[in-house]
């Protein structure tokens, strides 16, 4: 079993920065492929990016490509997403999502939330125009 609690999230402006943190429990968080998801209001929840167990491979959303960055550090069991020149469309809550170890996720499905096994609570981020 593995718990995900997201930090980090706030209002910012438009242009501005902001890094989110994923908190793993659990023993196996170096062996999971994690992801970042986020969901706006009355939209689905959609793929911001994805990292490799052992962090050597990152694939993005194209909304979010060259902007986001998103990074694991295995000794502290902790997930993280960059974020710099927000915009107003980067408004939703963001969830981080852990993928069983058991499991292998073909690399074209790592932006399919069903893949995934474990959720967090979510953390809000606003940008302002």
């Known amino acids: 079993q593995v718990q995900l609690v997201e930090s980090g999230g706030g209002l910012v402006q438009a242009g501005g920065s902001l890094r989110l943190s994923c908190a793993a429990s659990?023993?196996?968080?170096?062996?999971?492929?994690m992801g970042w998801f986020r969901q706006a209001p009355g939209k689905e929840r959609d793929f911001v990016a994805a990292?490799?167990?052992?962090?050597?491979?990152?694939y993005y959303a194209d909304s979010v490509k060259g902007r986001f960055t998103i990074s694991r550090d295995n000794a502290k069991n902790t997930l993280y997403l960059q974020m710099n020149s927000l915009k107003p469309d980067d408004t939703a809550v963001y969830y981080c999502a852990a993928v069983g170890v058991s499991r292998s996720v073909p690399r074209v499905e790592l932006s399919t939330p069903r893949r995934y096994d474990y959720w967090g609570q979510g953390t809000q981020v606003t940008v302002s125009s």
């Open positions: 990292v490799s167990a052992s962090g050597a491979y990152t």
């Open positions: 659990g023993r196996s968080f170096s062996q999971n492929t």
